[in-house]
């Protein structure tokens, strides 16, 4: 089975900067995600990109998270700017197991997670 493990988690303050780093063994040209879980709230979706490499995000980091993949390093990656004590949260990398074309936006769409990653954003 696909495994994902993520990476470059950490605590930063309001208006900083975080890269995020999901490495996938039996990496696929499929719907690849990142979700983020806040204490006492579910999992929601944070950004997409499809085997084209389409991306599309949640309006809540739109124009301040990029979402990418480099597809011969079998490797997704977030790059988080202007961060915000909002974005406080453990965020989840996924992967599809099939094509989906669009992605989906919901975590029922995704197949594969990681463990998670911590990122603290302070005031």
């Known amino acids: 089975q696909v495994q994902l493990v993520e990476s470059g988690g950490g605590s930063v303050q309001a208006g900083g900067s975080l890269r995020l780093s999901c490495a996938a063994s039996?990496?696929?040209?499929?719907?690849m995600a990142w979700f983020r879980q806040a204490p006492g709230k579910e999992r929601e979706g944070v950004a997409t990109?499809?085997?084209?490499?389409?991306?599309r995000y949640a309006d809540s980091v739109k124009g301040r998270f990029t979402i990418s993949k480099d597809n011969a390093k079998k490797t997704l990656y977030l790059q988080m700017n202007s961060l915000k004590p909002e974005d406080t949260a453990i965020y989840y990398c996924?992967?599809?197991?099939?094509?989906?074309?669009?992605?989906?936006?919901?975590?029922?769409?995704?197949?594969?997670w990681g463990q998670g990653t911590q990122v603290t954003v302070s005031s």
């Open positions: 996924a992967q599809s197991g099939r094509d989906y074309i669009p992605c989906a936006w919901r975590d029922s769409g995704y197949r594969y």
């Open positions: 039996g990496y696929a040209r499929y719907c």
């Open positions: 990109i499809d085997s084209d490499g389409l991306p």
